[in-house]
T-cell receptor, first 114, second 111 residues
């Protein structure tokens, strides 16, 4: 069990550029979550997949954000036309649908928009 | 949505001291997890505890679901316990949805 991995770990970009992050969940997990964390706050939910279906999206997920999980394995989160307010830690978590479901988090991608 | 409040916001201890962190939530939950976020940002699972009591080494947790609170106990604290502790809950009666996090307790353990 290798845990949840995320790539890249850090990203610096200029305002207006597009960025894409990748998350690889724990291999047998069928649920995958994206969260965003700003400095001094707890993580906030963005979106959630069960297998390849995107089942829930937060109102935080503006039209500039899109997430996919094309084969029910890894997921990508794309931010178009980045803004300085997008600077945050983007966290991915995965879980196995079960009675006592625990979400396991990856190390995060830290985004800085200049 | 569900509200999650953690207290205290900040806690400074001497190595060897004990501490209690509290998490209050505003609605019934079917999932409650405690996490420790290390200085590099990694969220480390401590407990899955929607109800009852669990212990793992120097850490233990108790959730009283009917009264909508959970407590995390840290005994004989060590400098490596420093970091932010988050409580997160999932609302509802079935699993598979968002976790709502509190704002965390920043713990500093001094040698």
């Amino acid at each position: 069990d290798t845990g949840v991995s995320q790539d890249p770990r850090h990203k610096i970009t200029k305002r207006g550029q597009n960025v894409t992050f990748r998350c690889d969940p724990i291999s047998e997990h069928n649920r995958l979550y994206w969260y965003r964390q700003t400095l001094g706050q707890g993580p906030e939910f963005l979106t959630y997949f069960q297998n390849e279906a995107q089942l829930e999206k937060s109102r935080l997920l503006s039209d500039r954000f899109s997430a996919e999980r094309p084969k029910g394995s890894f997921s990508t989160l794309e931010i178009q036309r980045t803004e300085q307010g997008d600077s945050a830690m983007y966290l991915c978590a995965s879980s196995l649908a079960s009675y006592q479901e625990t979400q396991y988090f990856g190390p995060g991608t830290r985004l800085l928009v200049l | 949505g569900i509200q999650v409040e953690q207290s205290p916001p900040d806690l400074i201890l001497q190595e060897g001291a004990n501490s209690t962190l509290r998490c209050n939530f505003s609605d019934s939950v079917n999932n409650l997890q405690w996490f420790h976020q290390n200085p590099w940002g990694q969220l480390i699972n401590l407990f899955y505890i929607p109800s009852g009591t669990k212990q793992n080494g120097r850490l233990s947790a108790t959730t009283v679901a009917t009264e909508r609170y959970s407590l995390l106990y840290i005994s004989s604290s060590q400098t490596t316990d420093s970091g932010v502790y988050f409580c997160a809950v999932e609302r509802g009666e079935t699993s598979g949805s968002r976790l709502t996090f509190g704002e965390g307790t920043q713990l500093t353990v001094n040698p």
